[in-house]
């Protein structure tokens, strides 16, 4: 294993050239992180974090609906990052503190099975990327009971992708593709970012190898004057992805455009349940209405980190206001959060 790392990072350096590689994958910065793999780079060799975390990436106002169901009455499940995820008076986290029946569940089956033992309203907040959306469309195809209705926060990660090329802001020259999205979703959503911004990818796996891998193939394309999609990651992702994930997901959802935190409205991005669904659709079946809101409290730059064009150090608040006991923006929350990776690595 050592033996090998050495010879990738000795290759990396042989065809090293500037470059800016951008991954989104909350895991992807863990590993980075944890393992220094950023110390091993030539100083040229840049690699930032995008939005690759979930649970950030959802918008003030999304928790906002939930706040709100929650003081109709309704029961709400959801994972236990969206506990603390700021919406714009509070969190989900203060709501139950105030009386509201809140609780954590690990997937939405547990959430189903709260509905079936319980005599009024249940909804699921179902945040994730590709990943997680089949297990949401699953059993809203299998007949969940009356009660029980699903507040779709999915959202894609391709749109946010294209958002980030064609804004210029981050001027990303490559793209390290997360391993998990890409399982269902497969190779072909990212193909037109090479074909048509001349931007080499390559789908990464999880350990350090992994990352040292994608970051060499990286350079191997730039160097031979290509852009395409490579796979590094063929022992878990097929080309064609999860064809029957794909199906479920597209019987469920639509695809329709909302914000993300730190993100203006991206086209096409988010998951909505369709009408042929909407007895299980939150927003269809009870009266939500919450005022347009602001998703980065004074002074976070929360925001500016999900589009790439921030590291945590930057900002003031971070270490001191701002801890993973005690966040103040959405990126210090969830384990995946680049802020809260950088407040338990950035110090070795």
């Not at 700021?86 to 509905?115: F, M």
């Not at 391993?179 to 190779?187: C, D, E, F, L, R």
């Not at 990464?204 to 350079?219: E, H, R, W």
């Not at 701002?322 to 103040?328: A, D, E, K, L, Y």
Request: a negative charge; aromatic letters at 6%.
């Amino acid at each position: 294993m050592k033996n090998l790392s050495r010879e990738l990072v000795s290759r990396i350096h042989e065809i090293s050239r500037p470059v800016k590689i951008m991954h989104v994958c909350g895991s992807h910065e863990h590993t980075i992180m944890q393992h220094g793999v950023r110390s091993l780079l030539p100083d040229e060799v840049e690699v930032v974090a995008g939005p690759g975390c979930p649970v950030c990436c959802v918008p003030a106002r999304e928790i906002d609906e939930c706040i709100e169901l929650a003081r109709q009455g309704v029961t709400i499940t959801t994972f236990g990052d969206m506990l603390r995820v700021p919406g714009s008076e509070g969190s989900l986290a203060d709501a139950r503190a105030e009386g509201a029946d809140v609780r954590i569940v690990y997937g939405v089956g547990n959430a189903v099975e709260i509905a079936r033992k319980l005599d009024r309203e249940v909804v699921f907040m179902a945040a994730g990327f590709e990943t997680t959306a089949p297990t949401t469309a699953s059993e809203i195809l299998s007949g969940p009971p009356e009660n029980f209705s699903v507040l779709s926060c999915h959202r894609l990660i391709p749109p946010a992708l294209r958002f980030l090329i064609e804004s210029g802001e981050v001027n990303l020259n490559a793209l390290i593709e997360p391993g998990h999205v890409s399982t269902i979703i497969g190779m072909k959503p990212y193909e037109p970012f090479s074909r048509d911004y001349n931007i080499p990818q390559v789908i990464a796996g999880f350990n350090p190898l992994d990352i040292l891998m994608a970051v060499y193939m990286i350079l191997r394309q730039i160097d031979r004057g290509e852009a395409k999609v490579e796979n590094e990651y063929k022992r878990a992702v097929k080309p064609e992805g999860n064809l029957k994930a794909q199906k479920v997901m597209d019987e469920v959802f639509k695809v329709t455009e909302r914000e993300w935190r730190g993100f203006p409205v991206i086209p096409e991005s988010v998951y909505e349940i369709r009408d042929e669904f909407s007895e299980f659709n939150a927003r269809e079946k009870f009266d939500i209405e919450v005022e347009d809101t602001v998703d980065t409290p004074a002074g976070c730059i929360c925001g500016a980190v999900l589009r790439g064009v921030a590291r945590p150090e930057e900002c003031k608040l971070f270490k001191n206001e701002c801890t993973p006991t005690s966040p103040i923006g959405a990126c210090m929350v969830s384990r995946e959060g680049t802020c809260n990776i950088a407040y338990r690595y950035s110090s070795f």
